[in-house]
């Protein structure tokens, strides 16, 4: 299974962006999808997560009311949709993916994609 993320940049404090991450391959090993990032420094953490049908989602608190994960199972793909980004959301985005729950939101997915950069700064 390959993920590639994409969608990252330099945004202004209180702007918006939108992460892609398409899963190819063998997708059919992959069921729940998530979404960690780490800053310079910092340990990788879990932002969000969603479970292969959609229907049970994880927010980490600090993203909580401003991030929005989503899936679209016909292209095989996970979105994460940030709003009223902050510097401290600044990062790199790592997309996650796994046939187990407990996988994905423990910090061991089957499948890591690349990364994609997110700068919050005026």
């Known amino acids: 299974v390959q993920l590639q993320a994409s969608g990252g940049g330099l945004v202004q404090p209180g702007g918006s962006l939108r992460l892609s991450c398409a899963a190819s391959g063998s997708i059919f090993s992959i069921n729940h999808m998530g979404w960690y990032r780490q800053a310079p420094g910092k340990q990788r953490e879990l932002v969000a997560a969603?479970?292969?049908?959609?229907?049970?989602?994880y927010y980490a608190e600090s993203v909580k009311g401003r991030y929005t994960i989503s899936r679209d199972n016909a292209k095989n793909t996970v979105y994460l949709q940030m709003n009223s980004l902050k510097p401290g959301d600044t990062a790199v985005y790592y997309c996650?993916?796994?046939?187990?729950?407990?996988?994905?939101?423990?910090?061991?997915?089957?499948?890591w994609g690349q990364g994609t950069l997110v700068t919050v700064s005026s």
């Open positions: 969603i479970t292969g049908g959609g229907g049970g989602i």
């Open positions: 996650a993916a796994g046939s187990t729950w407990s996988g994905v939101v423990g910090g061991r997915p089957s499948y």
